[in-house]
């Protein structure tokens, strides 16, 4: 890789790993001020707490895939050993699982078992 394309690529991968971990992490403060917001309009606590583990479920998705990202932008364009594309392996089965695991609990279906993006 050339002197000019390695920092830029350290720089994306940087820059897309902090918008993951900053999407979680917003959506986690969204969540919190939600719980107040509908607790003020009297809402039952379960109704509270399913949207809530909706929308911060959701955004942990998001996150995940901002993550996975920055992993793939620092493996390859970067750091390119067969050490760093296995720890790369890893990180992408773990994050798929959680990734999965979260769809499942958000919504009581597997992803391939969507129709469309509005079913």
């Known amino acids: 890789m050339s002197k000019i394309a390695r920092p830029i690529a350290e720089w994306l991968a940087a820059i897309t790993e902090i918008i993951g971990i900053g999407t979680i992490t917003l959506v986690v403060i969204y969540g919190a001020i939600l719980v107040i917001v509908l607790m003020v309009q009297k809402l039952e606590l379960e109704i509270i707490f399913q949207k809530v583990r909706k929308r911060i479920g959701r955004g942990i998705l998001l996150g995940l895939e901002f993550l996975v990202a920055a992993d793939l932008i620092h493996t390859v364009a970067v750091e390119f050993t067969y050490h760093t ?18 769809e499942v609990e958000l919504t009581g279906k597997w992803p391939w078992q969507h129709k469309g993006i509005n079913s």
Do not use: E, H, Q
Not at 89 to 99: E, K, P, V, Y
């Open 85 to 102: 594309v296995g720890v790369l392996a890893i990180i992408i089965l773990i994050r798929t699982f959680l990734s999965f695991t979260l």
